[in-house]
């Protein structure tokens, strides 16, 4: 069923080398992942986003990374959106996910933000939380104290070995939702999430 209606695929995370391989900024090796996988480059600079147009399996689509750090990262893609008159249903947001065991996915929307202060930023953005979510879980930290520096924190050697499947299969989910449809990808994808 592919579709002429155009996407906007974002993934979340912080800009800068420092932030770069650490777990809150899966959601950017998965849009890095997407544009690998289709050739296209996120070089151009749009509403404080790295963005990239092209077409995928017969979609028309908008890939981002906001760059304007997490806990703005909204702002940017309610611009970008706009810009290009995508609705809020087409909109599939990729993050990092506590609440999840690392290399897990999950696929969800028209969810609260469950603390997430990247998903909070969207919801107050765009005054609704009608968009799609692809949660890519990096597991909880033995304590709660430890939540910050595990988020930003690298990932471990076992991880290491770990993400690039897991950042492939995150990558798939993204543009199954563009090809069959939000439905399908959530029948495929959630049946091993947690």
Known sequence: MPSSRLFLVAGLGNPGVKYAQTRHNIGFLVVDEIARRFSL???????????SKGVVQGSKLVLAKPLSFMNRSGFPLQKLASYFKIDICNIVVVHDDLDLEFGTIKIVKNRGHGGHNGI???VEAFGSKDFIRIRAGVGRPGNAKGVVGHVLGRFSSQEKEELPGFVETAAGAAV??????LFAAMNRYNQTSS
């Open 176 to 181: 199954e939702i563009m090809d069959q449809g």
């Open 120 to 122: 909070r930023s969207m």
């Open 41 to 51: 480059s996120l070089d151009k600079s749009l509403f404080d986003t790295a963005c």
